[in-house]
């Protein structure tokens, strides 16, 4: 169990959508503490709310009541303690592979105007900027790849790339928005190793969104489902809140085990199953920093 420090604290968090046809309601009361180096991986029919959570913690939107913390900090935008990658288009298409990476360095770094007031300086740093990310480039072997353009790579490189943006800076919490979903199997089977040996290198916090359940039990260290269907005009809730046995990383043999198999169809029925969820109002929340 891991007894590391709360990282993050979602309380009582409410999230609605207000347009001429009425309110939408999102997300419905989420609270639980995530502590350092977690790996949650979230799971959730489609429209669920899995976006609206991560621009929450990101902080590009704002609750409509309730809040989240981060080391005991309110979230009131967007800070280089959090990084993103997502399905797709997180690189910008007109920069590098190099420059990608530069860019996230950059940004942390310079505003507009201090590039503007101190030239020599940003020059300076620049080009230490540019040594860090070859550096990095090196290390995850995609050096051969520095000066080509995304369009000219392949889908897992690209998302490699990706993840290389987000952790140059290394953020305590990264966010995926179901960043493997546009792989084939092979691709995103290696993309599963890449990030897990990401992950046991850094302190870093992980959450994930997938689609593929089974993707989210192999990664995780803790899985949360997150659904609508116990009474939908309410919005979701955490419907499901587990602590995933060890090993972290789990061998990729942990796939064929009955347990998995087990668990997997108990995440599909007790998670993901419309008229089971209809019927019950206990969710099986049984993580120690689940949320009541
Ligand atoms: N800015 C917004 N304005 C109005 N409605 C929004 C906004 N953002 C999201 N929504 C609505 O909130 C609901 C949840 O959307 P969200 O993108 O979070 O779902 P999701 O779980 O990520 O779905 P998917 O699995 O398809 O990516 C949807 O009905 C969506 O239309
Ligand atoms: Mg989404």
Redesign the pocket.
């Known amino acids: 169990m891991n007894n590391n420090p709360i990282i993050i604290r979602f309380e009582n968090l409410y999230?609605s959508?207000?347009?001429s046809n009425g309110t939408?309601n999102?997300l419905n009361n989420i609270s639980a503490n995530v502590r350092l180096g977690e790996f949650v991986t979230i799971v959730?029919?489609?429209?669920?709310?899995?976006?609206?959570?991560?621009?929450l913690i990101l902080g590009s939107?704002k609750p409509t009541t309730g809040q989240i913390l981060v080391e005991s900090k309110s979230v009131t935008g967007p800070d280089r303690d959090r990084g993103v990658v997502f399905q797709r288009y997180s690189l910008f298409p007109h920069l590098t592979v190099l420059q990608n990476i530069v860019f996230g360095l950059e940004v942390q770094e310079f505003s507009l105007a201090s590039r503007w007031f101190h030239p020599i300086r940003y020059t300076k740093k620049r080009r230490e900027f540019k040594e860090q990310a070859c550096d990095y480039l090196d290390r995850i072997g995609l050096q051969e790849h520095a000066d080509k353009y995304p369009h000219q790579l392949s889908g897992g490189m690209r998302q490699r790339v990706a993840i290389a943006q987000a952790l140059i800076t290394n953020p305590k919490i990264l966010l995926m928005?179901?960043p493997f979903g546009a792989l084939d199997n092979q691709t995103r089977e290696q993309m599963q190793h890449f990030i897990l040996e990401q992950w046991q290198e850094r302190q870093m916090t992980i959450f994930f969104?997938t689609?593929d359940t089974e993707e989210a039990l192999y990664l995780a260290t803790r899985i949360w489902v997150?659904s609508p269907y116990y009474k939908e005009a309410e919005g979701?809730k955490i419907v499901i809140d587990h602590a995933v046995p060890g090993p972290h990383p789990k061998p990729d043999s942990a796939k064929y085990t009955d347990w998995f198999t087990e668990m997997l169809a108990r995440l599909r029925k007790e998670g993901l199953d419309r008229t089971y969820l209809q019927s019950i109002r206990e969710f099986d929340l049984s993580h120690p920093d689940a949320g009541k």
């Open positions: 999230k959508f207000r347009d939408q999102v959730g029919p489609s429209g669920c709310g899995k976006t609206t959570l991560f621009n939107e928005d179901e969104v689609h997150l979701s």
